[in-house]
Nanobody
């Protein structure tokens, strides 16, 4: 089993920045993919960004140039630096780890951007 603990959400004004962190514990293996998804009210959960253990990345078009994903493999931690935040970034952000055929989710952290 894998447990994910997220932190760093909160309330910020438009144009501001936040940094999310997610630390994984338990049966962590190398070669996994760590990332972030988000779900706004009334909408489906969507990919924000992912990073492989080899540091290959995927970003949603809506966050390219504003958000940066990074990870510390030694600490099993993934980060999401969010800059130039917009009201449409308001959502619950979920940490995600894909390991072999299993996907794990964090409990979610709220990000609210006020305009």
């Amino acid at each position: 089993q894998v447990q994910l603990v997220e932190s760093g959400g909160g309330l910020v004004q438009a144009g501001g920045s936040l940094r999310l962190s997610c630390t994984a514990s338990g049966s962590i293996f190398s070669g996994n993919v760590m990332g972030w998804y988000r779900q706004a009210p009334g909408k489906q959960r969507e990919l924000v960004a992912t990073m492989t253990s080899g540091r290959s990345t995927v970003y949603a078009d809506s966050v390219k140039g504003r958000f940066t994903i990074s990870r510390d493999n030694a600490r099993n931690t993934v980060y999401l630096q969010m800059n130039s935040l917009k009201s449409e970034d308001t959502a619950v952000y979920y940490c995600n780890v894909k390991q072999a055929v299993t996907i794990y989710w964090g409990q979610g952290t709220q990000v609210t951007v006020s305009s």
